[in-house]
């Protein structure tokens, strides 16, 4: 089944304390992107990956980090949590690019205390 | 200013009925156009997309676009209430990857 996978589902976290959250796509997606969802906010846009080792920021990519060592995996670092960052946060993929239809993976909701 | 525009709602219609749904985008730019559609806690799935000026039919869908007057709109005929659920504008604009969305409207379809 052609899907894109997030873990963990939920987090419960506290100030400061690594963590990441994994992304991975099995349909040989060129693009994967990061968005976070706030109520009023609408889905922002975190970081973004045309390919392999190409990573580029979106809209709000202050305290967070991505990597994309191999194609269908696309990992968001959280590296010092605040509490502003507790939020939804969806990873995307698409076969070409920006201009093309996202599929989403299911969601992680992160909570930092 | 926000780059995609639109009405929060929520937007009520009775069954049957046609829902209208507006977007306006601020970068002339744009290039795609995507509606999206989220059910409550679920995540965004596509409805459709347009490229071009004009509409874009699919089923009960249509997507207009005016890239003159910079707005896209989304028609649902014959609303059902399984049509209940935000819909999300995302923008594209060409060279960029970076997609914007809209923070979406709420559409409330009445039995």
Known sequence: ?113 | QKEVEQNSGPLSVPEGAIASLNCTYSDRGSQSFFWYRQYSGKSPELIMFIYSNGDKEDGRFTAQLNKASQYVSLLIRDSQPSDSATYLCAVNSGGYQKVTFGTGTKLQVIP
């Open chain 1, 1 to 113: 089944e052609a899907q894109v996978t997030q873990n963990p589902r939920y987090l419960i976290t506290v100030t400061g304390k690594k963590l990441t959250v994994t992304c991975s796509q099995n349909m040989n997606h060129e693009y994967m992107s990061w968005y976070r969802q706030d109520p009023g906010l609408g889905l922002r846009q975190i970081y973004y990956s045309m390919n392999v080792e190409v990573t580029d920021k979106g809209d709000v990519p202050e305290g967070y980090k991505v990597s994309r060592k191999e194609k269908r995996n696309f990992p968001l670092i959280l590296e010092s949590p605040s509490p502003n960052q507790t939020s939804l946060y969806f990873c995307a993929s698409s076969l070409f690019g920006g201009g093309d239809t996202q599929y989403f993976g299911p969601g992680t909701r992160l909570t930092v205390l």
